[in-house]
């Protein structure tokens, strides 16, 4: 089955018919979701595809499947081991052999087109940030779905239609934070629902209509002609409108304007990190360098580098200071945004059984008004000592950041899963005891790599798979001991490295930041 086909799939399966060819859609899918970016391969020409602007402007680009014929270009570039001293002179000897991949693909994919940053995936089409998925277009930050279209920000879903935060959930048309659920529509911040449509704020609810639970049979058949509106609508005009209009229907503003970059969203931190933290972090930089650096909020401007950081706001109720996750999908209703508790009490409320016979499409906006409300922050699950953060469960010990997953001792992250001891790192997986890290799966005691999987102590890599020991290499898979794609075997490595890393340490203990990282280690204007 290729992706056209799982779309015409999903559609019956959602909306009950075919409503028409993929490529229509491409425009509606795409809204309010992370952006692509086209960049020029220095090879080829040809337009190659990344996910952030985070480089810096000098920075050459190549497509994922011209990293061999990029190698050829460079192979008469030698390593003089005498004239490795340091950072700069590495920079130096092996500037020709540094080019970031565009539509970068790990481990085991197929028929991944115009796609950025996919680890085991198959049939994606205009995607990015996507682990372990299939059967998905213009997608991004999912992990372990199937059947998804213009869909965000989750995992273990499918069949869903522009749903964002859908997780663990199947069957769902137009849904924020919807999770453990089933057959929604036009809902947010749902927990445990089955069967339910323009609602919000609801646990463990069957049947609601405008969040009144109604009779199964007369569920079913409002349901019936509100879907075939959908259907009607959405195939004739080839959009309709979204979840994020419905939550800032009659809200008296048009949203937040969404930043270009999202790392430039403001947080304000309520108090300082926890001692657990302080600890852990000494401990990582001593691990990553051989120098424990302290106070750990020093850092915090230069760890938030090229990562996103939470939006702080005030809730549309109360006033009150709440986070709000750094995700466009997200960032584009900051005005509906309410705190946890007051989502959850406002859930209590509903809309006329009167109302609901009259529900259409058109009119939703006006009827649901009172009630259109969600909340950004999610908490679920077993948590400790979660502090200045949005949108985690079952973590410990983490401190100002968004999407803490089955984490623990992480600081100034997003979207961090099932890691122990990560500071200032961005969607990565599986790991620990990694600083600045980015887009990655399975690192361990890793600083400024990004685009990579199971690799361990490397430093200023991008877009390596199984590579140890290693600093500046670029494009590579299996190597061991290499500074710049060459392997120059233990001894020599551990010299070098330990002037490198004693460079490294000592300007971060002076300055509290690096100008270098893996963005522009790169480019020539770094030179």
Same mark, same amino acid.
């Given at each position: 089955?290729?992706?056209?086909?799982?779309?015409?799939?999903?559609?019956?399966?959602?909306?009950?018919?075919?409503?028409?060819?993929?490529?229509?859609?491409? %425009?509606?899918?795409?809204?309010?979701?992370?952006?692509?970016?086209? @960049?020029?391969?220095?090879?080829?020409?040809?337009?190659?595809?990344?996910?952030?602007?985070?480089?810096?402007?000098?920075?050459?680009?190549?497509?994922?499947?011209?990293?061999?014929?990029?190698?050829?270009?460079?192979?008469?570039?030698?390593?003089?081991?005498?004239?490795?001293?340091?950072?700069?002179?590495?920079?130096? &000897?092996?500037?020709?052999?540094?080019?970031? &991949?565009?539509?970068?693909?790990?481990?085991?994919?197929?028929?991944?087109?115009?796609?950025? %940053?996919?680890?085991?995936?198959?049939?994606?089409?205009?995607?990015?940030?996507?682990?372990?998925?299939?059967?998905?277009?213009?997608?991004?930050?999912?992990?372990?779905?199937?059947?998804?279209?213009?869909?965000?920000?989750?995992?273990?879903?499918?069949?869903?239609?522009?749903?964002?935060q859908f997780f663990q959930s199947s069957r769902c048309f137009e849904v924020i934070l919807t999770m453990l659920c089933s057959d929604c529509y036009y809902t947010a911040n749902m927990e445990g629902c089955q069967n339910c449509m323009f609602?919000?704020?609801?646990?463990?609810?069957?049947?609601?209509?405008?969040?009144?639970?109604?009779?199964?049979?007369?569920?079913?058949?409002?349901?019936?002609?509100?879907?075939?509106?959908?259907?009607?609508?959405?195939?004739?005009?080839?959009d309709i409108m979204g979840i994020v209009e419905l939550l800032l229907s009659g809200k008296g503003k048009p949203g937040i304007q969404i930043p270009k970059k999202l790392s430039d969203v403001v947080f304000t931190p309520s108090k300082p990190?926890?001692?657990?933290?302080?600890?852990?972090?000494?401990?990582?930089?001593?691990?990553?360098?051989?120098?424990?650096?302290?106070?750990?909020?020093?850092?915090?401007?230069?760890?938030?580098?090229?990562?996103?950081?939470?939006?702080?706001?005030?809730?549309?109720?109360?006033?009150?200071?709440?986070?709000?996750?750094?995700?466009?999908?997200?960032?584009?209703?900051?005005?509906? &945004?309410?705190?946890?508790?007051?989502?959850?009490?406002?859930?209590?409320?509903?809309?006329?059984?009167?109302?609901?016979?009259?529900?259409?499409?058109?009119?939703?906006?006006?009827?649901?008004?009172?009630?259109?409300?969600?909340?950004?922050?999610?908490?679920?699950?077993?948590?400790?000592?979660?502090?200045?953060?949005?949108?985690?469960?079952?973590?410990?010990?983490?401190?100002?950041?968004?999407?803490?997953?089955?984490?623990?001792?992480?600081?100034?992250?997003?979207?961090?899963?099932?890691?122990?001891?990560?500071?200032?790192?961005?969607?990565?997986?599986?790991?620990?005891f990694c600083l600045k890290c980015y887009h990655s799966i399975n690192l361990t005691r890793c600083f400024e790599v990004s685009d990579s999987k199971s690799s361990s102590d490397c430093y200023f890599c991008h877009n390596v798979e199984n590579?140890?020991?290693?600093?500046?290499?670029?494009?590579?898979?299996?190597?061991?001991?290499?500074?710049?794609?060459?392997?120059?075997?233990?001894? &020599?490595?551990?010299?070098?490295? @330990?002037?490198?890393?004693?460079?490294?340490?000592? @300007?971060?203990?002076?300055?509290?930041?690096?100008?270098?990282?893996?963005?522009?280690?790169?480019?020539?204007?770094?030179?």
């Amino acid at each position: 089955m290729d992706v056209n086909r799982a779309w015409k799939k999903t559609c019956e399966v959602i909306l009950g018919d075919d409503v028409g060819e993929l490529g229509d859609f491409e %425009r509606y899918l795409k809204k309010n979701n992370e952006l692509l970016y086209p @960049k020029k391969s220095v090879l080829s020409g040809k337009e190659v595809t990344i996910s952030d602007e985070e480089f810096c402007p000098t920075a050459r680009f190549i497509s994922n499947d011209e990293v061999e014929q990029f190698e050829k270009t460079t192979d008469n570039v030698r390593l003089d081991l005498n004239e490795i001293k340091d950072i700069d002179s590495i920079l130096h &000897a092996f500037s020709e052999k540094f080019a970031y &991949a565009g539509g970068v693909v790990l481990g085991n994919c197929k028929d991944v087109e115009s796609s950025h %940053r996919c680890i085991d995936c198959f049939f994606v089409k205009g995607s990015h940030e996507m682990t372990n998925s299939r059967y998905a277009a213009y997608s991004t930050l999912l992990r372990d779905c199937e059947h998804v279209f213009g869909c965000s920000f989750t995992g273990e879903a499918k069949f869903g239609i522009k749903c964002t935060q859908f997780f663990q959930s199947s069957r769902c048309f137009e849904v924020i934070l919807t999770m453990l659920c089933s057959d929604c529509y036009y809902t947010a911040n749902m927990e445990g629902c089955q069967n339910c449509m323009f609602s919000f704020n609801l646990k463990k609810k069957n049947h609601c209509i405008g969040n009144l639970e109604l009779p199964k049979d007369k569920y079913f058949k409002i349901k019936a002609g509100l879907v075939e509106q959908i259907r009607n609508e959405i195939e004739a005009k080839k959009d309709i409108m979204g979840i994020v209009e419905l939550l800032l229907s009659g809200k008296g503003k048009p949203g937040i304007q969404i930043p270009k970059k999202l790392s430039d969203v403001v947080f304000t931190p309520s108090k300082p990190p926890q001692n657990e933290l302080e600890k852990a972090f000494s401990e990582t930089t001593s691990i990553l360098f051989g120098k424990r650096l302290t106070n750990l909020a020093d850092y915090q401007d230069w760890l938030f580098r090229h990562t996103r950081k939470p939006l702080s706001c005030n809730s549309a109720k109360s006033g009150k200071l709440i986070h709000v996750t750094p995700v466009r999908a997200y960032l584009s209703w900051h005005d509906a &945004a309410l705190s946890n508790e007051e989502a959850w009490e406002l859930g209590k409320h509903s809309i006329l059984e009167s109302q609901i016979e009259n529900l259409s499409i058109s009119n939703a906006k006006e009827a649901l008004t009172e009630i259109s409300f969600s909340t950004p922050e999610l908490i679920r699950g077993k948590n400790r000592s979660v502090e200045d953060s949005v949108n985690y469960f079952d973590s410990e010990d983490c401190y100002g950041g968004a999407g803490y997953y089955a984490t623990k001792k992480s600081a100034y992250g997003f979207y961090i899963r099932e890691c122990e001891n990560v500071f200032g790192c961005e969607l990565v997986y599986y790991s620990k005891f990694c600083l600045k890290c980015y887009h990655s799966i399975n690192l361990t005691r890793c600083f400024e790599v990004s685009d990579s999987k199971s690799s361990s102590d490397c430093y200023f890599c991008h877009n390596v798979e199984n590579v140890h020991d290693s600093l500046f290499c670029f494009n590579t898979k299996a190597k061991r001991y290499a500074i710049g794609n060459i392997e120059i075997g233990r001894e &020599a490595y551990a010299k070098i490295k @330990k002037s490198v890393l004693d460079g490294i340490a000592r @300007k971060l203990e002076k300055d509290k930041r690096l100008d270098l990282d893996i963005y522009n280690g790169g480019c020539s204007s770094h030179l």
